[in-house]
């Protein structure tokens, strides 16, 4: 099932609506600043370990991502010292992950590698469905297909084509990109730049 969004002034039903689907424990692919991706309920374990079955991953030696929609929203599920808080005050909104060490509100499911990456996109949509549910988003990237099936990662219509029977909702937000976040591993006594995407990092 696709839903059309918007950059700015989504209604306020439907974003309601998304947001019932991710209370409920539903799974919803949406665009954000960098690719698409699929999207639940961050704390609600069974969605979560939905979204590691679609993508084939293990969550004990795969790091997993989560979208906050403010910076003092993150401290809640991560622990963030003032140089972190600056570094991130800097970059965020923006198309990067900090990973960083978690706290105990997290599910057992992220705590099996005691680190969580930290997401604060420039979409302005993705971060008021993150307010309106109250919590954070857990998210990651549609896995890209060979070359020549990249569309699928891009094109919402394509995207329901494929998932639409094993997710809730794909929300279109228009063509999607397909690079990915910058990654900083925020979790040592200094950055480290791990993964060059989107967003330009200096070390």
Partial sequence: MLQKCYAKNNSPEMIARVVRILEEGGVVILP????????????????VER????????????????????????SEYAKVDNATFKLMKHYLPGPFTFILNGTTRLPKIFRNRKEVGIRMPSSSFVRELASALGAPLMVS?????????????MEPELMDEKWGDRIDLVIDGGIGGVEGSTVVDCTGSEPVLLRQGVGQFEE
Avoid: Q, V, W
């Avoid at 954000?32 to 699929?38: E, I, K, L, P, V």
């Avoid at 979204?51 to 993150?74: A, E």
């Avoid at 549609?142 to 990662?153: G, H, R």
């Fill in 51 to 74: 979204i590691c079955r679609l993508k084939g991953i293990d969550p004990k030696k795969n790091n997993l991502s989560i979208i906050c929609y403010d910076l003092g929203h993150i």
């Fill in 141 to 153: 990237s549609l896995p890209l297909e060979e070359e020549d099936e990249m569309e699928y990662a």
């Fill in 32 to 47: 954000t600043d960098t690719m698409y991706g699929f999207a639940c309920h961050a704390l609600k374990e069974r969605a």
